[in-house]
């Protein structure tokens, strides 16, 4: 089993950064890729972000790119996504999520562990 919990999500100001992390315990060594994804109120659960845990390969959804980072620390236990560039619609509550198969997959249905969510609100 693997636990994730988010940090570091809050309101900020159309423009600006935020730096979201997520913490694995339990068994992440059991997991082969991690991902961000968001929902916004009333929308489907979407993609942002991938990263092989192993390091090395990143992708990320086209509305985000070139905006968002997303890491790994050196022990493979925390995921961070570096939100820059913040627009009023990245507002969401951000999930991580891991995947215990070698899928690499952007797709909600794929992961097996997830977080509890952290909100971002983007003001205009």
């Known amino acids: 089993q693997v636990q994730l919990v988010e940090s570091g999500g809050g309101l900020v100001q159309a423009g600006g950064s935020l730096r979201l992390s997520c913490a694995a315990s339990?068994?992440?060594?059991?997991?082969?890729?991690m991902a961000w994804f968001r929902q916004a109120d009333g929308k489907e659960r979407e993609f942002v972000a991938i990263?092989?845990?192993?390091?090395?390969?990143?992708s990320y959804a086209d509305s985000v790119k070139g905006r968002f980072t997303i890491s790994i620390d050196n022990a493979k236990t925390t995921m961070y996504l570096r939100m820059n560039s913040l627009k009023p619609e990245d507002t969401a509550v951000y999930y991580c999520?891991?995947?215990?198969?070698?899928?690499?997959?952007?797709?909600?249905?794929?992961?097996?562990?997830w977080g509890q969510g952290t909100q971002v609100t983007v003001s205009s």
């Open positions: 999520a891991a995947d215990s198969r070698i899928r690499y997959s952007t797709d909600v249905g794929s992961y097996d562990y």
């Open positions: 339990g068994r992440p060594s059991s997991t082969y890729a």
């Open positions: 990263i092989k845990r192993g390091g090395g390969w990143t």
